[in-house]
């Protein structure tokens, strides 16, 4: 029930957030990453696609890396989860 609010919620803050970025005032990237946290948090299509962007965006993991590096708790955790899931190494002999 939660999620029928949440994910249109954080739609418009995302879609308001890229829209106020090019502007002088500072609010857009942090709209846009309390948005991607809901989406994140609520949507496993939303935290499928999110791993996808990082890991084929190298500046986006870098952003939302940095994100989890100065929150805490509960934030942190689903921006870890956000992660993109690498594949190992192949050692050469």
Known sequence: MLRI???PFALVLLL????????PLPFGIPMMAVAIF???????????????????WGWLD???SMFEERTAGSVA???RRSRPRRKPAIPRS
């Open 38 to 56: 809901l989406l994140i948090g609520s949507s496993k299509l939303a935290l499928r696609l999110v791993r996808r962007l990082r890991r084929h």
């Open 77 to 79: 955790r689903t921006f």
């Open 16 to 23: 308001t957030g890229a829209i106020i970025t090019p502007t």
């Open 62 to 64: 870098s952003l939302l």
């Open 5 to 7: 609010v949440v994910v």
